[in-house]
Every structure is written in C-alpha cells, then in structure tokens.
C-alpha cells in the first residue's frame, strides 16, 4: 500500500512527462500544417483561366500602331499610303508605272481606255464623265504625267504615243480641248515644229471621284 506521499511523487512524475511538453515549453495543438488543406496559391493557381485572354475586347483602336503614316486594318497595322490602303481601309489605287498611284492618301489621277473618233467623245471632260470620273488633267502636280496632258496616238487603237500638253499655263485646257482626229496639229508652238495627226487618244481621269 502506497502512503501519500509516495502517491503525490508519482502523479508529479507521470504529468510532467507527457506529450504535450517539448523543450520544457507547452505546445497548445497544432494551428497550422501541410496537411490541412490549403496551400498559398489555392484559388490563383497559374494554370487557371480567369476568362480574359490578351485579345478580349480588343478593338482595332487597341493595337498598337505608332508610326504616322500607319492604320490598324482588320486587326493589323498597314502602312496607310499604299496603293491597297490609300487613307483608308480598302482604298485601292489602280496604279501605272507613272501615274495613279496613291499620294498623301488619294489615289491620283491616271490615263484611261482608248477613245478615237468612233467613239463618239470630243473631249476629256466627257470622256471622264461617262466613266463616273472627273477629267485629272488640271488636278494633280507638275511632276505627275496627268498634269495638263492629253496622250495621242498614231493609231486609233493607241499604239505610238505622244503626251502632248494643251497649255502650259493651264492644265485643265487639256480637259476641254476638242480631240482633233484625223487633224495634223503641230506638237509645238513654233516654226518648223514637228507635227502629229492622231487616231486615238488616252485621257487622264481621276479615281474614285478625286479621292
């Protein structure tokens, strides 16, 4: 039989030993674990789909287009003075190798179909008109081959040229000069100059109503 003191020395012995001292310090359960069921990216994982992509809601005002001369065209930026997107989107010029190209966003003038006596038209202007055009003789610069300029032909289907200038001080007299097939005109304003007797004739019309 256990007296009381020898009771008390073993309940001191048996608590002060239990799992719950480590160290000699208390440990009062475990808040916090690997296993407990959360983890720091839990919800913000990398591979989750929060539903917006790059491209959502991108407009073509949203894609980035800095140079001057450039224009966001079916989500892509185009250079804006070609000749397939003259100022705008779809604006096509119908290009020679010296005129109706596309300058500082319209496209410019050019010589059209061939016309001679046949074909019932005495001047440019009306030419032009029954295209849906203007005459382009008086509308583009000096350098351009349309200004003041009516192209007559030996033959009446337009085959050895010349580019004739009806005035050199105005260049839209080229427009309602009355085309004389089948005349002998001198191609200059002075003695002994050559002269020409055309058959047909280009004139120079605009694109898309000048624009």
């Not at 009446?156 to 001080?169: H, K, L, P, Q």
């Not at 097939?181 to 000048?210: K, V, W």
Request: glycine content about 12%; overall charge negative.
């Amino acid at each position: 039989m256990f007296d009381r003191t020898t009771l008390a020395i073993s309940l001191t012995v048996v608590l002060g030993c239990g799992p719950g001292r480590a160290g000699g310090e208390e440990t009062v359960g475990d808040v916090s674990s690997p296993d407990d069921g959360m983890s720091p990216d839990d919800g913000m994982s990398p591979d989750d789909d929060d539903g917006m992509s790059p491209d959502d809601g991108m407009s073509d005002d949203d894609v980035p287009c800095n140079h001057t001369d450039n224009m966001v065209c079916d989500g892509q930026c185009v250079y804006g003075l070609s000749n397939d997107n003259c100022g705008k989107c779809g604006h096509e010029c119908d290009a020679r190798s010296d005129d109706g190209h596309c300058e500082e966003g319209r496209c410019t003038a050019r010589f059209t179909g061939c016309i001679n006596a046949d074909s019932g038209f005495v001047t440019c202007s009306e030419y032009c008109a029954s295209i849906g055009e203007l005459c382009g003789s008086a509308t583009e610069h000096e350098q351009h081959s349309c200004h003041g300029a009516v192209y007559i032909f030996q033959s009446a289907g337009c085959a050895f040229s010349y580019r004739y200038v009806v005035d050199t001080e105005d260049p839209s007299a080229a427009c309602d000069w009355p085309i004389p097939f089948g005349e002998t005109i001198n191609l200059f304003d002075e003695p002994n100059s050559p002269t020409f007797t055309p058959a047909g004739a280009r004139c120079c019309c605009t694109q898309h109503g000048g624009e």
